[in-house]
């Protein structure tokens, strides 16, 4: 019989090894649940939320950065893997539309705007940055090449959509969905085409919204 898979990638493993893939799973998933109502949570409160102990919780994560940059890293790489997977979609336009959606439903973008500035990025952390700026890259790029995205948009106006549609958030999670799905649709119509007129102000600088993926010093 397969074993099963759960949310995380973890397969059901029975003893030790079952228990401490459930309990990282509980950890992550109560982490991102303490971290995005307040980002300056104690872990305490995570473990409280996961039903394990601190012991626990510091044999997988010794401090509170490691936690905020696991949580993190696994939401870039999800972009990474959401950006992949359109790739060989031919239609540029649906290619874009459908990855934002995936990362919109996701709630990827939830954890960068609310942990942003609370740990230092590792250097695999900015090499998975620039892979996903990368591809994003391209999607603008083949939706630009088709006609379909007006020229005056660049790939880090992306991010911006992103984080409007992230920054709804309604006590019901299926609402939540809704209205950020209905955000992301009138968006994206203002995105389409050449549009009534020229943007205001100058487009984001190339990575200049990728500075939480920078080192802090000290």
């Known amino acids: ?9 973890s397969t059901g493993l029975a003893g ?20 995005l109502a307040d980002p300056k949570a104690p872990v305490a409160a995570v473990a409280e939320r996961a039903g394990v102990g601190m012991s626990a919780l510091y044999r ?3 401090g509170k950065e490691d936690l905020l940059r696991r949580l993190c890293h696994d939401g870039l790489r999800r972009w990474i893997e959401e950006a992949e997977a359109v790739e060989a979609e031919p239609d540029a336009w649906k290619a874009l539309v459908v990855f934002l959606e995936r990362i919109v439903d996701a709630d990827v973008h939830s954890l960068t705007v609310h942990l942003a500035g609370t740990f230092t990025p590792t250097e695999e952390m900015g090499s998975d940055a620039r892979r996903a700026a990368g591809l994003m890259d391209r ?13 005056d ?13 992230a920054a709804i ?3 019901d999670p299926e609402r939540t969905q809704e209205l950020r799905r209905r955000c992301l649709a009138m968006l ?28 802090r010093s000290g």
């Open 169 to 171: 958030r309604v006590p």
């Open 60 to 62: 997988r994560y010794p």
């Open 16 to 35: 030790r090894r079952g228990q401490a893939a459930r309990n990282d799973a509980a950890i992550l998933d109560a982490a991102r649940e303490v971290f």
């Open 188 to 215: 994206l119509a203002g995105l389409a085409g050449d549009g009534a007129g020229p943007l205001p102000g100058p487009a984001p600088a190339p990575g200049e919204l990728n500075w939480r993926w920078r080192r």
């Open 1 to 9: 019989m397969p074993k099963q898979m759960d949310d995380h990638g």
């Open 153 to 165: 948009v660049v790939a880090d106006d992306m991010g911006l959509v992103l984080e409007s549609c």
């Open 139 to 151: 999607l603008v790029e083949r939706a630009h090449a088709a006609g379909r995205l007006r020229r």
